[in-house]
């Protein structure tokens, strides 16, 4: 059976990934994969087109070993030069910002969605230091389009009557691509660790010289099935790796800090859904 001739007009829905391990999870999630397009001149992007259900998308990453908001709207500026986009997401890795109320877990998924005097993106590290050394932000983003919005709400019903199954997500990751079943897979509650946030981490990558009296005692899952959190997501040009200035961000309603989000939302109606990692 031949395959139907697609075209650049038919992919007006973007994605954009930070990391290639971010794009890979994006990837393996399509229900058909689609021949590449001639790019255009100085388009230095390189896409991953398919489909997932009814929708045509691209897919983007930012160039290997580069971070930041200025090459994150470079991405979205030329894909926007190739493809009709009418709105984008993003998708990727972050570090959930954790509290009795929000009950973040390792491998949780964080959808932005408006909360409060935010639009869904927060640009966290934007704004000025004034007496005191008191940052203060300035400016705002606007919120995804309606007719995201509306989506998210069907969403949440559908998660509310019938559950989202996730499990059954990951399997066809792995069913689809089988070399990402072990590193893509839940690490365990063991490496689910939560510090008190006023304690710096010790150490190189692992917590092994971290001091255990520390840790947040949090009741026990029923499983590991990833869960849902929706609210705002803090994104900038710097990593979030600082327990107490995370922490600190708290009381400013962020669940989820990530890097690059907030200058795409800049070129285009942006929606972010991370992971906690």
Known sequence: MAHPTRTHEDYQIGIICALATEKAAMAAMLDE???????????????????IGVHNVVIACLPAGLLGNGLATVVAKDMQRSFP???????????GVWSKKDDIRLGDVVVGQPTGAH??????????????GIFQRTGSLDKPPLVLLHAL?????ISLTD???????????VQNKPLMGHDYRYQGADCDQLFESTYDHEGDETCDECDPKLIVQRPARENSIPRIHYGNIASGSNVMKHCYSRHDSQGRRR????????RINGQFPVFCDQRHL
């Open 255 to 262: 669940d989820l800090f990530r890097d690059g989000g907030s």
């Open 85 to 95: 986009i009418k709105f984008g997401l993003m998708v990727g890795i972050g570090g």
């Open 119 to 132: 639009g869904g993106v927060v640009q966290w590290d934007y704004g000025k230091t004034g007496k005191s």
């Open 153 to 157: 709400q069907e969403l949440r019903t």
């Open 33 to 51: 994969t689609h021949p590449k397009l001639k790019k255009g001149n100085g388009n230095q992007n390189v896409y991953t087109l398919g489909k």
């Open 163 to 173: 559950g989202v199954d996730i499990e059954g997500s990951l399997s066809f990751m």
